[in-house]
């Protein structure tokens, strides 16, 4: 089965930099989540976006933005990157089950570096 | 302050018996609560999942018990396997679909 695709998978820069991160969400979901994972901590929510608007927003920073595409596709985008930016940055995709729990699907994250 | 506290950060069990992963949380809001497996350079996978109106939910080796009124859920693993080890983290939210709060996870080591 199609999982929740992300990329890039590594990616390191510098101070004050700018970083992409994209998200490609599980076929037919239509709501995009992202959560950002520091070192021996667990993940903390950032922003969430439910058929292309921003639904909740946690704790994102001034500095970053995020925004969901037609074709349901994610981008975080991260400006004046600081040190304790890096992080390992999930997102995660689900879709109204008519069930009970609307199931977050998580995908492989993005291990960011920012030297 | 931390909603959602896994107090045990490892547990270490025989192959073959049950492994008991505990979750406590502090909102009586949160409805939803799920059940995440991570190895390392991996993202969380969904194990199961259970809702405030029901006590139980089984699915295979897993089952999660849920007590609303003590905020307190927890995970069974039986007969556990060494493949079963990962840090297990609990999630919780106060809608279906809503934003997930997680506990600090519990590395679970599954001895052959």
């Known amino acids: 089965a199609a999982g929740v695709i992300q990329s890039p998978r590594h990616l390191i820069k510098e101070k004050r930099e700018t970083a992409t991160l994209k998200c490609y969400p599980i076929?037919?979901?239509?709501?995009v989540y992202w959560y950002q994972q520091g070192p021996g901590q667990d993940p903390q929510f950032l922003i969430s976006?439910?058929?292309?608007?921003?639904?909740d927003k946690g704790s994102i920073p001034d500095r970053f933005s995020a925004q969901q595409f037609s074709d349901y596709h994610s981008e975080l985008n991260m400006s004046s990157l600081e040190l304790g930016d890096s992080a390992l940055y999930f997102c995660?995709?689900?879709?109204?089950?008519?069930?009970?729990?609307?199931?977050?699907?998580f995908g492989p994250g993005t291990r960011l570096t920012v030297l | 302050d931390q909603q959602v506290k896994q107090n045990s950060p490892s547990l270490s069990v025989q192959e073959g018996r049950i492994s008991i992963l505990n979750c406590d949380y502090t909102?009586?809001?949160?409805?939803?609560f799920l059940w995440y497996k991570k190895y390392p350079a991996e993202g969380p996978t969904f194990l199961i999942s259970i809702s405030s109106i029901k006590d139980k939910n089984e699915d295979g080796r897993f089952t999660v018990f849920l007590n609303k009124s003590a905020k307190h859920l927890s995970l069974h693993i039986v007969p556990s396997q060494p493949g079963d080890s990962a840090v297990y983290f609990c999630?919780?939210?106060?809608?279906?679909?809503?934003?997930?709060?997680f506990g600090e996870g519990t590395q679970l080591t599954v001895n052959p």
């Open positions: 999630a919780v939210g106060e809608t279906s679909g809503s934003r997930l709060t």
């Open positions: 976006f439910y058929e292309k608007m921003q639904s």
């Open positions: 909102n009586s809001m949160f409805d939803y």
């Open positions: 076929p037919r979901h239509d709501t």
């Open positions: 995660a995709s689900s879709s109204p089950s008519g069930g009970v729990v609307d199931t977050q699907y």
